[in-house]
């Protein structure tokens, strides 16, 4: 989309009116005090008076996303299994399986043990787990949760975890990971179809269905261009699910999708969830994305943003913070400054945001704070020990990014 | 510099032979003891065997770096003053410290009390302490620290912080940060001296000196280039510390510099020190600036890598990686494959690494081990827990990030 419009969208986005409603949860005060880690000091204080940089998440947005995706599916056969690569956060995970997700999904091992250790359980892992001692820590996670789910795309990998299971006493549950494009994944057809085959042969395996995600869909500027895209690059994969399923195996998991995609993904036949991540925040990448009305899209509210304080004032038509890459990634399109259309932020430095402007809608000073949408959710959370819940503004929990830095 | 000339170089690279090395410290083992979190399982490990992505540090190069610098700086006038954003380790600065170090630097106070918290007490911190609540908790640490050093470079500031340290009973050093660009610090001249003088009367402020970091010339490429730019862009400063002096201000300190600089910095009369970061660690940004002997900057080797495995074969010219976004940063020049100069890696994608190659030396499987060399050690180091150090590859001490996601 145009700069200029992103920039009119920006005002109404901060006012908090742009995301479809369908209903609101009763709002819950302090859902997670046993995992708050300086909300004491913090209750009541004002998103502006925090310490900057800093995570901020509008927890009535944040409700109004996991609300407005329930609402969508609701009228669908599909399920929501959302994806905890993007919070990392045990407390979001548990307000998503409170709004009826059948489960989520975890990148990395780590994120799974982790969030396990925080009390969740349905958790299906997107990647393979390979080399001996990862696959002896994914039994070991297995031998503890029963709803643990793993993908798998390459032959040796399920035979190293067919034995592992066997060694740990369990019967580990599996899905095939196919890929849709050329970066993660079996390829579609007869090799997954063979995969998925051994697999159900294999004595320690329960073979579950298949993942099918694609990627490079999610970011397909304008809705038509992504809806058509999108349906057309996943047909090898649809084809691939109906040969399991005639071929008589348990092929009863059938997800994909994100959160460019999960209006679309539901007209593909025998989908059972979208793996969506980004919904519950929005970034700046996904509003260039464009839904069915128009070049941004509006159907999630930006519920997480980044606090900055001016710190330097000096040179004409610039100014200076304190929220760069560290802070904020060097994903693109660049921060937004929420108020502020004609500002131009890059995050490029490691220590200090930069501001480039002709026209500002008021003076600024040394010390004085601004809101940015960020460029890229996930990337940019994982910088971040805890996000404070804000409500009106006003600090109401503190969570803490329990996976942050598990990328293993 | 040219891609194939920086893939040549690597070889050598991989090797340690690099490092301009004037005398490598007695090997230490285990100097952090105290600190380690997993070594008692990783003591010993290669560093091919440890879970991947992981952030490993060779410390043979790592001291190797830290005493070229020491060699050098031995034959100027000129101390060195580490910043310890790059690391963020109580540990390197500590054997900085012990390399002669007149003191360490931070860019933020979080940083600063974490690091004291671990024991470092020379500390300057670059950036200015805003808003009451920051300054307040700047008192606390001063209180406690008699040789934290803080930067201002706004009138109103250094009032506050003068009012601060009155009700805290203390007096604070200072230094003023001078711009050298547009992006940080006072203007050179009358404004920078009127603050400097302001400062010199307020009753709880002790005047130091001045910082002028030039971050915009450390990565000029061509030795000449850095050389003379550098060198002009900071006359401005220098007449400004002169007048300082011939003012009768305490202007004892006269700092800045970085890696790209050392050498060139040095040249400047009255510098007292260089807040060099990158040179304990390197990175392809490094590498390409080039020094006075050519194209590549081997003034130091590449001590700190990341280990990666590859989770993806099936695709012809490509392979995918463990190690994406979360692990290595958007910085570019993108990370090297160590051994692989055909290899061009990018980690665009959050979770994913993803090589192309025409050619490759050896045949690689799912499950393959490969060694990057990072692209920006500063914000990738802030992405880990803890530094892997090896010695022959094998580990020999776990070090916590101290102050990783410190960016307050």
Redesign the interface.
């Given at each position: 989309m145009s700069r200029s419009s992103r920039r009119d969208f920006l005002t109404s986005a901060a006012a908090g009116t742009t995301a479809a409603t369908f209903w609101i949860p009763k709002k819950v005060y302090g859902y997670s005090r046993a995992h708050v880690t300086d909300l004491k000091a913090s209750r009541g204080v004002s998103k502006w008076?925090l310490?900057?940089?800093?995570l901020v998440l509008d927890l009535d947005k944040l409700e109004q996303n996991i609300a407005a995706m329930r609402g969508y599916l609701a009228g669908t056969k599909v399920g929501a299994r959302p994806h905890a690569?993007t919070h990392k956060s045990a407390d979001i995970a548990k307000l998503q399986l409170a709004a009826g997700a059948v489960g989520i999904c975890t990148?990395?091992l780590s994120e799974a043990e982790t969030l396990f250790a925080e009390g969740i359980q349905k958790i299906c892992m997107t990647?393979?787990n390979?080399?001996k001692?990862?696959i002896q820590r994914a039994m070991n996670l297995r031998k503890k949760n029963r709803e643990f789910i793993q993908a798998v795309?390459?032959e040796?990998?399920a035979r190293d975890l067919s034995d592992a299971a066997k060694a740990a006493g369990v019967t580990a549950d599996v899905v095939v990971d196919v890929?849709v494009g050329?970066?993660?994944?079996?390829?579609a057809g007869d090799?997954a179809l063979a995969l998925a085959q051994l697999i159900d042969k294999l004595p320690n395996l329960r073979f579950r269905g298949m993942l099918a995600y694609d990627?490079g869909a999610q970011h397909i500027k304008g809705y038509k261009a992504r809806h058509d895209q999108s349906l057309a690059r996943s047909q090898d994969a649809l084809k691939t699910f109906e040969r399991m399923k005639a071929s008589g195996l348990n092929a009863e998991i059938f997800s994909g999708g994100g959160t460019g995609t999960y209006n679309i993904m539901t007209k593909v036949p025998g989908y059972t969830d979208v793996q969506v991540g980004s919904y519950v925040f929005m970034d700046t990448q996904y509003l260039e994305i464009g839904n069915e009305k128009g070049d941004i899209f509006t159907d999630f509210a930006p519920s997480l943003t980044v606090m900055t304080?001016v710190?330097?004032t000096?040179?004409p038509k610039?100014m200076?913070t304190?929220?760069g890459?560290?802070?904020l990634?060097?994903?693109k399109p660049d921060p937004i400054v929420i108020g502020e259309p004609g500002f131009r932020y890059t995050a490029g430095?490691?220590?200090?945001g930069?501001i480039q402007f002709d026209t500002a809608n008021k003076t600024y000073k040394?010390?004085d704070k601004l809101e940015l949408i960020n460029p890229?959710c996930?990337?940019v959370v994982?910088?971040?020990?805890v996000f404070y819940g804000v409500r009106n503004d006003k600090v109401e929990a503190v969570w803490p990014v329990t996976a942050?830095?598990k990328?293993?």
């Open positions: 008076d310490d900057t940089p800093a690569k990148a990395k990647t393979a390979l080399g001692a990862k795309d390459y040796p990998n890929a050329t970066r993660s994944g079996i390829p090799q990627g304080t710190v330097n000096y040179f610039r200076t304190d929220a890459t560290k802070a990634t060097l994903n430095s490691d220590e200090f930069s040394v010390g890229h996930d990337p994982n910088l971040y020990d942050r830095g990328s293993q």
